[in-house]
Structures are given as C-alpha cells and as structure tokens.
C-alpha cells in the first residue's frame, strides 16, 4: 500500500519559516507532486506542485513565500515556507497532482500572530 508520510509542521510566530517533508513508500519520480493544505470548513487546495522534471508551480497566496523541492533518488518532496502568516494556519498533505495516491495524515502548520 502506498504510504505518503509528512512531517515537519509546528507552531511559529508571523514571519517565520518551516519546512515540511514529504517521504513516499513508491517510487515517486514519474508523477508530478503537489503540496495541499486544509482547513476546518474548507476544500483541500493545491499550495504548490513540481513535475518530475522540477519545473514547479504555485499558487498566488503563496508564490514568493513557499519553494517545493524534490528527491527523486530518495522519493522525498519538500516545501520551504518563509514569511508564514497566520492564514497559512492549516493541515499539509503531500500527493500527486491529478490521481491522487493515498492521503497521509498530514502536518500541523500553525502561525501565532
């Protein structure tokens, strides 16, 4: 069974920076993966994406703040977030951008203002 595993989440101050870990059980390095974070009430959204070939895209409340990077040796995705604001509060989920693999159970992002 596919495992996606993150980690890396935690409480920081506004302005702060994290790093999140994505560490997948298959070989990830075909598929273009995506980072994705939730909030109570809301839809899952797309944050940030990187293809096999590492062109990467973001979404506008992101873009400048948030770097996605890849391992294919390693079958490793990681989001660099700086300048973290209290509305990028939410649960981080790694996957695959189109047909998703296993959901894993996340990261805790939380940003104190």
């Known amino acids: 069974q596919v495992q996606l595993v993150e980690s890396g989440g935690g409480l920081v101050q506004a302005g702060g920076s994290l790093r999140l870990s994505c560490a997948a059980s298959?070989?990830?390095?075909?598929?273009?993966m995506g980072w994705y974070r939730q909030t109570p009430g809301k839809l899952r959204e797309l944050v940030a994406s990187?293809?096999?070939?590492?062109?990467?895209g973001y979404a506008d409340s992101v873009k400048g703040r948030f770097t996605v990077s890849r391992d294919n040796a390693k079958n490793t995705v990681s989001l660099q977030m700086t300048s973290l604001k209290p509305e990028d509060t939410a649960v981080y989920y790694c996957?695959?951008?189109?047909?998703?693999?296993?959901w894993g159970q996340g990261t805790q992002v939380i940003v104190s203002s």
């Open positions: 996957n695959a951008v189109g047909s998703f693999l296993s």
């Open positions: 990187i293809s096999n070939g590492g062109s990467t």
């Open positions: 298959v070989n990830i390095r075909s598929i273009r």
